[in-house]
């Protein structure tokens, strides 16, 4: 696409229930990231996905994070039984370089948990 | 660790020109980028400074890098309302230049 498409757009869940948020890249990028966004806070780096290789999780911020990214298209970010702390924007963005000057960012999905 | 630290909130009026600050901490940082964050928007790249030079002119936009303070500024020059938004100074990971540290933005208003 034109773009990096989010879906949902916002999401409110009940605490204890899991959300998929679910990231379309632009077509060709290969590089794929996910973002938090806490209220009135930087963006904090989840995972990294590049092509075929072993992704990096080094920011996931427990085991109730996972995500999937099948080859270089979708990737959903599975957030097990929500806590309240889980409420942010959370951002994909895709990239055709291992650089920051390649990212493009979607619009986030913006997850509430009440 | 790796911070990068931005002031929170800056006003101007229009016409005038903005300089946003920022603090960062990894000296090994290849490039370091500005991205603007417009209401419901995704961030958006602004500009990109490689860690050799010294300062970028991109139309009304001037990034100046200190690398000795490890401070980086943008300078918006007759600054529109358009402009109002959020604005992220990001430093690439030690242990990775995909990976980006983002401060946490400061917002401004640009008043008419």
């Known amino acids: 696409g034109a773009g990096v498409s989010q879906s949902p757009s916002n999401k409110v869940t009940e605490k204890g229930k899991d959300v998929e948020l679910r990231c379309d890249p632009i077509s060709g990028h290969t590089a794929l990231y996910w973002y938090r966004q806490r209220l009135g806070q930087g963006l904090e780096f989840l995972i990294y996905?590049?092509?075929?290789?072993?992704?990096?999780k080094s920011g996931l911020p427990s085991d109730r994070f996972s995500a999937e990214r099948t080859g270089e298209s979708v990737s959903t970010l599975t957030i097990q039984r929500t806590q309240q702390e889980d409420s942010a924007v959370y951002l994909c963005a895709s990239s055709p370089v291992d650089a920051g000057y390649g990212y493009t960012f979607g619009s986030g999905t913006r997850l509430t948990v009440v | 660790g790796e911070d990068v630290e931005q002031s929170l909130f800056l006003s101007v009026r229009e016409g005038d020109s903005s300089v946003i600050n920022c603090t960062y901490t990894?000296?090994?940082?290849?490039?370091l980028y500005w991205y603007k964050q417009e209401p419901g928007a995704g961030l958006q790249l602004l500009t990109y400074?490689?860690?050799?030079?010294d300062m970028k002119q991109d139309q009304r936009l001037t990034v100046l890098l200190n690398k000795k303070d490890k401070h980086l500024s943008l300078r918006i020059a007759d600054t529109q309302t358009g402009d109002s938004a959020i604005y992220f100074c990001a430093e690439e990971g030690m242990d990775s230049s995909y990976k980006l540290i983002f401060g946490s933005g400061t917002r401004l208003l640009v008043r008419p």
């Open positions: 400074i490689f860690s050799n030079m």
């Open positions: 990894d000296s090994s940082s290849t490039y």
């Open positions: 996905f590049q092509g075929n290789s072993a992704p990096d």
